[in-house]
């Protein structure tokens, strides 16, 4: 099966698993994060329009540059919606916590933030891997572009939950097993980064980053099982895949929109991160000069 028939098959999918929700299941319930997902099927079907049959043809940077440009407007005006509409129902329409009160609000940012640093370092991860293993140059790439993002999340996500924790615990930072490994992300982010910087070759730069990455995944799952493993003072998951949300509707609503938000918005500033990673590398390639040319033109 070709690229672009496996993006157009995904698609469909989440949109016809989004329509069935709204008419079958859900209804007016959850109505924005179903209309979302319905959005989100919708570009990826139009995306599949950019890619070739080939598989293989998009591993190439001069042929990824042009259709990383065609696609970022499309997941920024996605993630624009999504974050105007997801902090309306957080901050205006869900309601105030009976035990938290207003204080709480502050979970739809934080949980996504957390969420998405360490998403994204996996993504990073496996990008990092798959150009260790398979000598890809635009692999190796996509780990470069995409940790200047996970380390602002995660920054995002410990500063919010410092924030958070004042209130909550009376202090802003305890050496919590979820806080310190949380911490220990941003470290690794920030230690890929300056260790690829380090390195005047690029190759040599993307094979000893791959390794940190490659180790530092060990960090994810012991941040996800941390409250499990052991006696914290941060809560447990928001939301439990296994089990029905126990917060009120709009509430759960509002976290996965923000998500969905971050989401459409990391993949935005990857691409085009990836782009000007792509056009500094590739500077003395005949087709950076011909593009130059007709820009100038």
């Known amino acids: 099966m070709s690229l672009k028939k496996i993006i157009f098959a995904l698609g469909l ?71 105007i509409y997801g902090l309306y129902i957080s901050f205006a329409i869900a309601p105030t916590d009976f035990q938290q009160g207003e204080a709480y609000r502050i979970i739809f940012v934080h949980v996504p933030a957390a969420w998405m640093s360490m998403v994204i370092y996996l993504a990073m991860a496996f990008w990092a891997g798959v150009g260790l293993a398979l000598n890809s140059k635009l692999s190796a790439m996509m780990a470069q572009a995409l940790a200047p ?27 919590d097993a979820r806080l310190t490994s949380e911490l220990i992300l941003l470290f690794l982010y920030l230690g890929f980064m300056a260790l690829q910087a380090s390195i005047d070759d690029p190759r040599k730069a993307d094979r000893a980053g791959a390794l940190l990455a490659l180790v530092g995944a060990v960090n994810i799952p012991i941040i996800y099982f941390s409250v499990k493993w052991w006696n914290t003072l941060h809560q447990g998951s928001s939301i439990n895949m296994g089990a029905a949300p126990k917060m009120a509707a709009t509430m759960f609503e509002g976290m996965i929109l923000m998500a969905l938000a971050f989401w459409m918005y990391t993949i935005a500033v990857a691409l085009i991160r990836v782009r000007c990673i792509i056009l500094e590398r590739e500077r003395n390639a005949g087709w950076v000069k011909e593009l130059s040319v007709k820009e100038i033109a």
Not at 35 to 61: C, E, I, K, T, W
């Open 13 to 83: 999918i989440i949109a016809l698993t989004a329509a069935t929700l709204i008419f079958f299941t859900h209804g007016l319930n959850y109505i924005g994060v179903n209309v979302a997902l319905l959005g989100l099927g919708a570009v990826l079907m139009r995306q599949s329009a950019y890619f070739s049959d080939n598989f293989y043809q998009h591993a190439s940077p001069q042929s990824f540059y042009p259709t990383a440009g065609r696609m970022i407007p499309w997941f920024a005006w996605l993630a624009a919606v999504l974050v």
């Open 149 to 175: 993002t996970g380390a602002i999340f995660t920054l995002l996500a410990l500063v919010t939950g410092s924030l958070w924790g004042k209130p909550m615990w009376g202090t802003y930072w305890v050496w």
